[in-house]
């Protein structure tokens, strides 16, 4: 595996100069998704971090002013410079990947987007090293607010150890935010550490289930999608190696919380959202099943409720009744009160239900 993550090096330090140079499109985020406040800022990204950037999402959280954020394999660092704008000059990001050239392009434009961005000091920090051992490169316990990577946890060697790491760097509330490429079946090692497909974002894909376990090992009982995209390859050589895997991009959303449960508990709790997030004054998604509506009451399952009051989101909402009374598992397809599923707890992915 050592092996691997050289040629992966390699693949992303020299043979890659931009997003032209990949073979599929795993690797290539359009952008269509990402937040208004994101598509604002990337024109004041400097054209070289974006070129040679691979990203498979827009994994940039809302409500960030002021906060501490660390990007998993940072690259280039278009998500660091990006995530350096919301957090505001009194905020610090910091950004951390493997590869020599990539980091190295990220350094060179420090003090640039610093006055592009009207920064009076640089709020950034580049670290050389590897993202399953950020003891070592000085990330302290519960020290960050936020953490985020753009399709590059599955590169790693060990992402049962990078869970936990970013377990124990999160503050207490505090959110991981990243997007990744998943996959629908175990690949085959032989097929899975072929240079290409495993620098390509396939060969070291997680498979759903297995992500499952290894996010409730590392303490994150309850995770949830907020977006998924299915892939589609035109390399012929590719699919005849791979066979019938399925591909997704997909982005999650975590909090370090120690009051979630493995199910959906029903405690009679009533969430408000009062439109106070950037950029979702009428609505905001908590995730791919739960839309709040501004000002409408939302019926919530004790770790939904948790999500949204015991982390820097308590800000935008209101939430109801405690866990003092248990009415059993959180029903999450009856129509309750008159709601409509829009308008219930809906728990159809990630551990939720």
Known sequence: MNNIIEKVKEYYGK????????????????????????????????DEIKDRY?????????????????????????????????????????????TTEQIETAIKYQEEQCERFGFSKTNTKFIQGYIEDLKSLGVEDNSVDVVISNCVINLSSDKEKVFKE?????????????????????IPEDVANDPVIYGECLGGALYVEDFRRIMAKAGFIDFRYTA???????????IEKLGFAKFSSRTIRA???DDLEDVCED????AYYDGSISGNPHSFDLDDHHKFITG??????????????????????????????????????????NTTETDSDSCESGSCC
Do not use: W
Not at 267 to 270: A, F, N, S, T
């Open 15 to 46: 043979e890659l100069k931009s997003v032209a140079d990949l073979k599929t499109s795993s690797c290539v985020d359009c952008g269509d998704n990402a937040p208004l406040e994101v598509k604002t800022i990337m024109p004041l990204i400097a």
């Open 54 to 98: 691979y990203g498979c999402g827009s994994p940039i959280p809302p409500l960030l002013n002021g906060m501490t954020v660390l990007d998993l394999g940072c690259g280039t660092g278009r998500d660091v410079y990006i995530a350096s704008m919301l957090v505001g000059e009194n905020g610090h990001v910091i950004g951390i990947d493997m």
């Open 166 to 186: 970013i377990y124990r760097i999160l503050k207490p509330g505090g959110e991981l935010y990243f997007s990744d490429i998943f996959v629908d079946r175990r």
């Open 228 to 238: 998924t995209r299915y892939l589609d390859s035109d390399n012929e050589k590719l």
């Open 255 to 257: 909090f370090k919380l």
């Open 267 to 270: 405690y009679g709790q009533v």
């Open 296 to 337: 409408k009451p939302m019926l919530v399952c004790g770790n939904t409720a948790s999500m949204v009051s015991n982390t820097r989101y308590s800000s935008a909402f209101k939430v109801i009744g405690d866990r003092s009374v248990h009415f059993g598992m959180f029903d999450c397809t009856s129509d309750v009160n």
